[in-house]
Nanobody, 123 residues
Framework: QVHLVESGGGLVQAGGSLTLSCSAS????????AGWFRQAPGKEREFVAE????????RYSDSVKGRFTISRDNTNNTVSLQMDSLKPGDTAVYYC????????????????WGQGTLVTVSS
């Protein structure tokens, strides 16, 4: 079983940048697709980005495409989300997620969530 811990959230002004990191325990991390979701106050959790097990394929929601970049390091069991040109609408709790599938959207019984990290973007 994989255990996830996120870090890197905080307060940033609109137009600024933040990098979120997710550290995974467990020797099988490299066999999992990894990604990020977010949940803004009063809204449902939504998909942000994902990357396949090898790191050569990634996908983004339309709302962050061109501004966010997801990457992973299977040697160090980490997945990161570089967030640039941040907007107030990006304010949310960001959750790291992995799933033993081709996509984190599969929602298999093996899907694991982190505890979340808060990102606040001020105008």
């Amino acid at each position: 079983q994989v255990h996830l811990v996120e870090s890197g959230g905080g307060l940033v002004q609109a137009g600024g940048s933040l990098t979120l990191s997710c550290s995974a325990s467990g020797r099988t991390f490299s066999s999992y697709a990894a990604g990020w979701f977010r949940q803004a106050p009063g809204k449902e959790r939504e998909f942000v980005a994902e990357i396949n097990w090898s790191g050569d394929t990634s996908r983004y929601s339309d709302s962050v495409k061109g501004r966010f970049t997801i990457s992973r390091d299977n040697t160090n069991n980490t997945v990161s989300l570089q967030m640039d040109s941040l907007k107030p609408g990006d304010t949310a709790v960001y959750y790291c997620v992995v799933d033993r599938s081709a996509t984190v959207l599969a929602g298999t019984p093996n899907r694991v969530w982190g505890q979340g990290t808060l990102v606040t973007v001020s105008s």
